[in-house]
């Protein structure tokens, strides 16, 4: 097996309906409720073949096929593990080929890889984890995208880098006040604004980006209020907001949300996206995701 970069493809799996705006270990998810990774392809090896040379994958690390023809991503196998909200928020990017693009708490280093391998964006990732970010390196050179990604292993707050086209960011979304905090480092970090609350990012943001850059994040519905007065307070103004449900009869659970750097007031809702069509099955649209991090055009 030599994992490379590609398209996306189709999923064949056995989807769960879940709480996809994050997703706990292999153990505590039970193989396919993990279902935005399709499956641990290996975890008996300690070698794997790159194109630059031999990866090494640690005994706590898995790695796992991403629903894009030869690319794969490493993850922990205990803690935070992505989910569809990393492929959803990866569509929802709107940036030309090209475009020079900062994720924001990149983590495993997912969405780095889908843009930079699906979208041909040149990526910087910021993560404070130092594992992260040596893990998420080695993915990059899995891939091969080292040309494309670059991963700096610093905290957003004292990163001083160049300006970018655009800010995408899965961030923590739990007020400390709220909820229970993982005794797990990293989940804690990834739900619990315990390094980086929503202000501070949003302050960040405005200064990583170029004048008129766009901003990105996927977010928890019910944090939606917070969000927006906090992007205004920052400066970055929203622009487009597209609610993704389970199911058409269930609420909406995530909210996916651009914001422009300086930008005029007018917010377009879009029209919402179904992630099931029925249970265990994926509707087209989420299906087109997969295939090719694209959202229909009326989307």
Not at 231 to 240: N, T
Not at 273 to 279: G, I, K, N
């Amino acid at each position: 097996m030599n994992p490379r970069r590609g398209r996306c493809i189709k999923k064949r799996m056995a989807p769960e309906e879940k709480d996809f705006i994050s997703a706990g270990s292999p153990e505590e998810v039970g193989g396919a409720g993990d279902y935005a990774a399709r499956e641990t392809v290996i975890a008996g090896e300690d070698a794997l073949p790159g194109e630059t040379g031999i990866i090494r994958r640690q005994e706590d690390e898995t790695l796992d096929s991403l629903a894009c023809s030869g690319l794969y991503v490493l993850q922990k196998k205990q803690g935070y593990r992505y989910s569809l909200d990393a492929y959803l928020l990866s569509a929802f990017v709107d940036e030309a080929p090209g475009s020079e693009v900062v994720d924001v708490g990149s983590g495993s280093g997912v969405l780095s890889i889908l843009l930079a391998a699906v979208k041909d964006h040149r990526v910087t990732g910021v993560e404070v984890q130092h594992d992260m970010a040596e893990m998420s390196q080695r993915s990059v050179e899995l891939a091969g995208l080292q040309d494309r990604v670059r991963i700096v292993h610093a905290d957003v707050r004292e990163y001083r880098g160049q300006r970018f086209d655009a800010v995408v960011t899965n961030p923590p979304y739990r007020p400390l006040s709220t909820g229970r905090i993982s005794r797990d480092q990293g989940r804690a970090m990834a739900r619990h604004e315990i390094s980086l609350d929503l202000e501070t990012l949003l302050a960040c943001s405005y200064e990583l980006l170029k004048p008129g850059g766009r901003f990105y994040l996927v977010y928890p519905a019910w944090r939606l209020p917070d969000l927006i007065v906090t992007m205004r307070a920052g400066r970055i103004e929203p622009k487009r907001a597209k609610f993704v449900h389970s199911t058409p009869s269930s609420s909406a659970e995530i909210v996916l949300v651009s914001g422009l750097k300086d930008g005029g007031k007018e917010l377009k809702v879009c029209s919402p996206f179904f992630v099931f069509a029925r249970q265990g099955v994926y509707t087209k649209e989420m299906e087109s995701v997969f295939r090719a991090l694209k959202l229909p055009k009326s989307h």
